[in-house]
């Protein structure tokens, strides 16, 4: 049977500008950096994204290397598309990256203009598509000069591959450099990928004051903290989480004092109405600066959850202030 899409899919969704462009993102979008390998259940991958689709999640979220193995994610993705999302591709948003190892040799990862553009190749190829909206330099590259690697986005974006060019975890002095460059290129930023939680807020000193100036969208990852702000981590370590994994989650991360810090932020979250996660969803929103909160989910369930957030952004004095007091 055809997939056909919620009729009523954008009347709950926030729609965000993305700083001064004419793009709008959703409140939270759907990233598939975990959980759409080829060594997961594709019909588990293509049940979440189109629930987020129906929930109206417009933004989908890949970068070359997700999987695993690396490529995968992308694949699936083209897969999903091909056979459910085809006729609906003007109504997304799709975004990929490239500055992680991709392939072996010296042109495998960074931000050359030959691994780049390569990269972006690619990842059209995997996907099946013609373009995508976003193309990101996944990270600064300490060797490359930032004109090579935002050269690179600018003739991405003239050539057709993309219709945005955008940077992911680069410094607020990164990022204003880069910005201008662009600027100057004629291919404006449109967006920053930055991490960012309650117990991650590394962006806080410099770079969304710098995002507010320069007028640049914002897009965080890790919205929960690898699962650390939900309720997975209340008690132990669950069998099967990341921690236990040790993947993208360190099980010493889980210390008895940052349990009893998430112990205390999940009695916030229940005396606002919210499950832990929504709060911590939340709680990124709270500033207009970030245009997005970008989250992973491994079952149907948890991007439901993470949309619920949408409707219960707002925080009072008082509830920002026994934020802080738990976080200390």
Known sequence: MDYLPDDK????????RVGASGVRL???????WHNFGDVDVFANGRTIARRAFDLGITHFDLANNYGPSPGSAEETFGAIMKKDFHPFRDEMIISSKAGYLMWPGPYGEWGSRKYLVASCDQSLKRMGLQYVDIFYSH?????????ETMGALDFIVRSGRALYAGISSYSAEQTAQAVKILKDLGTPCLIHQPSYNLFNRWIEDGLTTQLRKDKVGCIVFSPLAQGQLSSKYLNCIPEGSRASKHTSLNADTITPERVARIRKLNDIAKARGQSLAQMAVAWTLRDPVVTSSLIGASKVAHVEEAVAAVSNIAFSAAELAAIEAALK
């Open 139 to 147: 990270r600064p590259d300490p060797d490359t000069p930032l004109e």
């Open 26 to 32: 959703p409140a939270v979008s759907l990233g598939l």
């Open 9 to 16: 899919r954008y009347q709950s969704m926030r729609y965000n």
